[in-house]
């Protein structure tokens, strides 16, 4: 058998071979019309492993008639890059597949980039990290698309499980293998969308398979003992990861129980239990917070422990604070209060602090008019600990109200006494 890998003989070698993406080499696609009108754009390839970003790269190189040249931007230096502008020199155009674009250094590009701008260097690059925060604003702007490619759906990873099956040029077609479609489904569920994993695991489990009679007789066991974490991705601190963590939290916050405990387990394949444990923190005090102000004391008690066990019991504190969080009310008043106390300040909503509000713990304070505060504990009132009507805000601002009560939980009773306060206020300012 041949000794590259299956995943690479089976790459595709035009676009009419490309399984899934349809959204963006479909047959009714502006790409797929340029191409196949021998016109390639550059362009930016950006989504998770095994979505096929290197396959559509190939394929249009198979589709287009122009010299092609892969380089990895983790291993290319300027010499690699150089070689490529005297190839575009002398040919007039080249195609560039440019894998891990994000990690091209500054001096790779000054090389570059004149040529990708007049349109003799055809730029093709491809990333895991979202290019908006991970690829240089130079090559971005030479880029006239960036395609976001998604996983691929089970039945998409069965049907290129199939055709490696059956080719029996570049697959495994040759070989009498008896694989019933519940054990292919299963390889395809197993992947999560990942073509190269999916056919990795094909490749492996044909080689763990016994063969008798010409037969390589493929057993249950066999896909289940290979496919254990074969489906977890995200490299901490990548942009899968923090994917992984907005929806985590934006599932917290819509109370979904089960999807906030997958992408709890996802996050915690990952290894990074710090960021995990800080982002259930923020959560707690930013989507629960005066609604259910334990909530928080919880949360920080999960995550201490969490840390002190380590992984894998872990998870379990965690799960805790996660179902917990779920099941709460929930109330984003106080950031929402804070955020809209800042912003005002941004947008130069600031004023004098008033005199019987500052500093006078020392000799000479009555004499800079430091003076008229009154002390809200001499005056005490109802069930608010003492309460005095006096100005707290500068003058130019005293009308200004940051937080606004969310009716839930917990926050229902201070949302009463936050309202009877300024009852309060507006009938001793009414009466003055």
């Known amino acids: 058998m041949n000794n590259e890998p299956l995943a690479y003989r089976m790459r595709p070698r035009n676009l009419d071979e490309i399984i899934g993406q349809q959204h963006i080499v479909g047959k009714d696609t502006a790409l797929y019309k340029m191409v196949q009108n021998g016109y390639v754009p550059s362009m930016i390839l950006y989504g998770e492993p095994g979505t096929g970003k290197t396959s559509i790269a190939f394929a249009i190189a198979g589709s287009a008639n122009l010299p092609f040249f892969p380089l990895n931007a983790t291993i290319a230096g300027k010499k690699d890059v150089e070689q490529i502008v005297s190839e575009a020199r002398l040919s007039g155009k080249v195609l560039l597949f440019l894998d891990e674009i994000h990690r091209f250094n500054k001096l790779q590009q000054d090389t570059l980039l004149p040529h990708v701008e007049n349109g003799s260097i055809i730029l093709i690059g491809a990333t895991t990290e979202n290019p908006f925060h991970d690829v240089n604003p130079a090559i971005r702007s030479r880029c006239g698309e960036i395609f976001q490619l998604k996983r691929l759906t089970p039945e998409e990873v069965a049907q290129l499980l199939k055709r490696a099956l059956t080719d029996e040029e570049r697959g495994l077609g040759k070989y009498n293998i008896e694989m019933n479609e519940e054990q292919l489904n299963n390889i395809a569920i197993a992947s999560n969308g990942d ?26 066991r066999t896909i289940t003992q290979l496919s254990e974490r074969i489906g977890v991705y995200g490299d901490k601190g990548g942009s899968h990861f923090y994917n992984l963590l907005s929806a985590l939290q934006k599932s917290v916050r819509g109370s979904d129980v089960n999807a906030s405990l997958y992408y709890l387990a996802n996050l915690l394949e990952t290894g990074d239990l710090i960021a995990v444990c800080r982002r259930l923190l923020v959560m ?21 422990a969490a840390k002190v066990l380590g992984l894998p019991e872990a998870r379990i504190p965690l799960a805790n604070a996660v179902i917990e969080m779920c099941l709460s009310e929930k109330s984003n008043s106080a950031i929402s209060a804070i955020d809209g106390a ?25 004499s800079l008019g430091h003076v008229g505060y009154k002390y809200p504990h001499d005056y005490p009132i109802g069930t608010f600990g003492g309460w005095v009507n006096q100005q707290y805000l500068p003058d130019n601002l005293q009308d200004m109200e940051f937080y606004q009560p969310v009716i839930a939980g917990e926050e229902k009773r201070m949302a009463n006494i936050y309202e009877k306060l300024k009852s309060l206020k507006n009938r001793n300012n009414h009466n003055v």
Not at 199 to 215: P, R
Not at 284 to 304: F, M, Q, R, S, W
Not at 347 to 364: F, V
């Open 342 to 366: 800042i912003q005002a300040i941004h947008e130069g909503k600031t004023g004098e602090i008033p005199m019987h509000l500052r500093d006078a713990h020392y000799a000479g304070a009555k």
């Open 195 to 220: 073509a190269r994993k999916a056919l990795n695991l094909l490749e492996s489990v044909f080689y763990a398979s016994d063969e008798m009679d010409g037969i390589v007789k493929v057993e249950d």
């Open 284 to 304: 707690a005090y930013e989507d629960i917070g005066l609604a259910n102000p334990k909530v928080g004391a919880h949360v920080y008690a999960a995550t201490e």
